[in-house]
C-alpha cells in the first residue's frame, strides 16, 4: 500500500504542535544519511547545523554561501518525514531587507522553522546592537507572515557564544525579541540552572531552546523542570562523527598501520546493517 509522506504544511503544523508542552529533543544530522538515521531513531524533529554542513564541505563554521545552504536544507526537507528547522546563521545579509530576501528564499524550501542569529561575523563587533538586531528579526517575521505565518522564527541571542557571556544583555535581547514577535527563543552557551531560569522567564510564554553542553551537567528531565521546550546539539553529532574518522584514519596512517586501524573499526557499524538502514528509509 502506498504510503504518503508528510507534505511542508503537514510538517509545519506537527512542528507547532511539539512546542505546545513538555520537552523534546531535536538533533542536529549535517547531511541527509545522518538526518535518516535520527530519524529511524524517532526523534519527532530536526534541526540543521551550519558548521556540521561547513565542515562536510571542507570549510570554517560560516564559511558556506547562501545558495549552498539553502540547497542542503531543501535536501534534507525532500529526503526526510520529519520538520526541519533551519539554522540560518544571521540571515545571509548585511541589513534588514537583505535578511528579508534571505528568508523568503528560504520559505520556498519547506522548513518548518528558522533562526536568526544576532551575530556579526566581525570579531570587533561580534554583536548587532538591539534595535538592528530587532529590525531584521522584524523584517523576518513580515517575510515569514506574508508567506502564510506558519513557520517558527526563532530568535538568537548569541552573546555567550561570541566570547560576551553577559546574562544582562542576553536578557535585554530576549525580552526585545519576545517584543518583535519571534515564536522560540535560543541563547546558545548558557549552562547555569540560574541563568537558564532566566531566560525562560525572560521568555514569557515563547518557548525555549537549549543547546545542550557538557559543562550543563543537567538531564532531560532537569531542563523540562526549568520550563525548557526543546534541547538541540549544535554541531556536536559532527563532531563526534569526525572525532571516529579522525581517530580510525590515524590509525591506519601510524606506525600501528592495518592492526592499529582494525581496533579502531571494531565498534563501527557493518556495511551491511548501514545498507539495511538506508534501503529501509528510501
Known amino acids: ?20 508542552s513538555g520537552c523534546f529533543v531535536i538533533p542536529n544530522p549535517w547531511d541527509l544519511g545522518s538526518a535518516l538515521v535520527l530519524q529511524s531513531l524517532g526523534f519527532k524533529a530536526l534541526a540543521s547545523t551550519s558548521a556540521g554542513l561547513a565542515w562536510a564541505l571542507g570549510r570554517p563554521d560560516n564559511g558556506i554561501a547562501r545558495d549552498q545552504v539553502l540547497a542542503h536544507l531543501h535536501t534534507l526537507v525532500v529526503g526526510t518525514d520529519l520538520p526541519l528547522t533551519a539554522d ?7 541589513d534588514a531587507a537583505g535578511v528579508a530576501e534571505s528568508v523568503s528564499m528560504l520559505l520556498s524550501t519547506g522548513v518548518a522553522g528558522l533562526s536568526i542569529e544576532d551575530s556579526t561575523g566581525d570579531a570587533a563587533r561580534p554583536l548587532f546592537d538591539i534595535p538592528t538586531a530587532v529590525e531584521r528579526l522584524r523584517a523576518a517575521r513580515r517575510a515569514i507572515d506574508q508567506a502564510g505565518g506558519d513557520t517558527l522564527l526563532v530568535g538568537r541571542a548569541e552573546c555567550f557564544v561570541v566570547g560576551r557571556p553577559d546574562i544582562d544583555e542576553t536578557l535585554a535581547r530576549v525580552e526585545a525579541y519576545v517584543d518583535v514577535g519571534v515564536d522560540c527563543i535560543y541563547a546558545p552557551g548558557i ?19 537549549l543547546l545542550a553542553m557538557p559543562a550543563m551537567n543537567l538531564s532531560l528531565a532537569e531542563v523540562a523542570d526549568l520550563g525548557v521546550r526543546r534541547v538541540s546539539v ?17 590509525a591506519l596512517a601510524g606506525a600501528g598501520g592495518l592492526g592499529a586501524f582494525g581496533e579502531q573499526l571494531q565498534q563501527a557499524a557493518p556495511g551491511k546493517v548501514m545498507n539495511t538502514l538506508f534501503q529501509g528509509m528510501r
Open 191 to 209: 549552562t547555569r540552572r540560574e541563568h537558564i531560569a532566566a531566560v525562560v522567564a525572560a521568555a514569557g510564554s515563547k518557548p525555549v531552546n
Open 88 to 94: 540560518f546563521e544571521n540571515g545571509f545579509a548585511a
Open 234 to 250: 549544535g554541531g556536536a553529532l559532527a563532531r563526534a562523527a569526525w572525532s571516529g574518522f579522525m581517530q580510525a584514519a590515524q
Open 1 to 20: 500500500m502506498l504510503t504518503l509522506r508528510p507534505s511542508p504544511a503537514d510538517k509545519r503544523r506537527s512542528f507547532q504542535r511539539l512546542h505546545d
